[in-house]
């Protein structure tokens, strides 16, 4: 009862309030369980307004982001998506809680092997965890709905041209200390436009490339 009472807490407080109203956003909140996805020695904070600490000096999202990063996506039910990052797994569940199949990228074996674990306790199917870099992935399949969830330092087009026409893709954008959140639609076989969603801060992709440094 107390878990589901922080959970709940944690729904009304950090991610309603920073303008997340879609219901079947909140229900995949309150279906997955997030206490499940944190590390042990810090599942006390399972559902505290921080980036929980995970190896390799990793974190998971905060709720409200994972909360703002569903709303944006608008996932269906139908959706081929592809996730970059997948950690402990816990926004790979909520996007495969409301798609038809999820493939998500881990570039560190141990914590895409914790995923694994983790959603497969959680029971959750409809996914794919594949220890690999993003960066080196040479696959030309199409996505319906493609999650970055580390930053990309300067914006990189290889990740909209994996879209499907009408395809969502999430990424932030920037260096510290502020960054933006960004959704990017495909709208033609040649066409995307891009909406600027919040600000916000997280870890940058292992690999992404970075702005050249001046030298003088």
């Known amino acids: 009862m107390l878990m589901d009472e922080a959970r709940e807490q944690m729904i009304e407080q950090q991610i309603r309030a920073w303008e997340v109203f ?18 042990a020695s810090h599942r006390f904070l399972a559902f505290a307004d921080v980036e929980i600490s995970l190896p390799h000096g990793q974190h ?28 402990t797994g816990f926004v ?13 990228l881990e570039i560190f074996p141990d914590l895409a092997d914790a995923a694994r ?33 580390g930053s990309l330092p300067i914006y990189d087009t290889r990740f909209e041209r994996r879209l499907a026409p009408g395809g969502r893709l999430f990424v ?3 260096e510290r200390p502020i960054m933006e959140a960004r959704l990017v639609r495909r709208t033609s076989e040649d066409g995307w436009v891009s909406e600027s969603l919040f600000e916000t801060v997280i870890d940058p992709l292992i690999n992404a490339p970075r702005p050249q440094e001046f030298t003088f």
């Open 92 to 104: 790979t569940a909520c996007l495969a809680a409301g798609s038809a199949h999820v493939r998500s």
């Open 172 to 174: 932030v954008v920037g």
């Open 60 to 87: 998971m999202l905060r709720p409200n982001v994972v909360g703002r990063l569903l709303q944006a996506v608008e996932l269906t039910g139908s959706e081929r998506v592809l996730e970059v990052g997948a950690g």
């Open 117 to 149: 674990a983790n959603l497969e306790a959680c029971g959750f199917r409809n996914v794919e965890v594949v220890t690999g870099d993003a960066f080196q992935d040479d696959s030309d399949s199409l996505y319906d709905v493609i999650v970055l969830t």
């Open 22 to 39: 879609d219901e079947s956003v909140l229900e995949t909140l309150r279906r997955v369980p997030r206490e499940q996805f944190v590390p």
